[in-house]
């Protein structure tokens, strides 16, 4: 069973910076990567980036790539995801997942709790 714990989340202004922090256990395939998804109210979950568990290859949704970082420590089984020039439009539940590949959310087989960003104007 894995689980995942993601935390890090807050009230910034916009053009702020935070950092999320993804803490996995359990048996992970090797094969497998860490994303995370985003989902605003009203709205379908969205693919906001993805990394392999060996911690590389990352890729980027286009609307994040340039200010979102994402990394991982293998020592520790903790992936973060650090989030610069925060927009207004950024504000969601942000949840981290492993799953097979790719930025489909069905893909995915385990989720975080979630924890909310709220970018002001």
């Known amino acids: 069973q894995v689980q995942l714990v993601d935390s890090g989340g807050g009230l910034v202004q916009a053009g702020g910076s935070l950092r999320l922090s993804c803490a996995a256990s359990?048996?992970?395939?090797?094969?497998?990567?860490m994303g995370w998804f985003r989902q605003a109210p009203g709205k379908e979950r969205e693919f906001v980036v993805f990394i392999t568990w060996s911690g590389d290859m990352p890729y980027y949704s286009n609307s994040v790539k340039g200010r979102f970082t994402i990394s991982k420590d293998n020592a520790k089984n903790t992936v973060y995801l650090q989030m610069n020039s925060l927009k207004p439009e950024d504000t969601a539940v942000y949840y981290c997942a492993v799953g097979k590949y790719g930025s489909n959310p069905l893909l995915y087989d385990y989720w975080g709790q979630g924890t909310q960003v709220t970018v002001s104007s």
């Open positions: 359990g048996r992970i395939d090797s094969n497998s990567v």
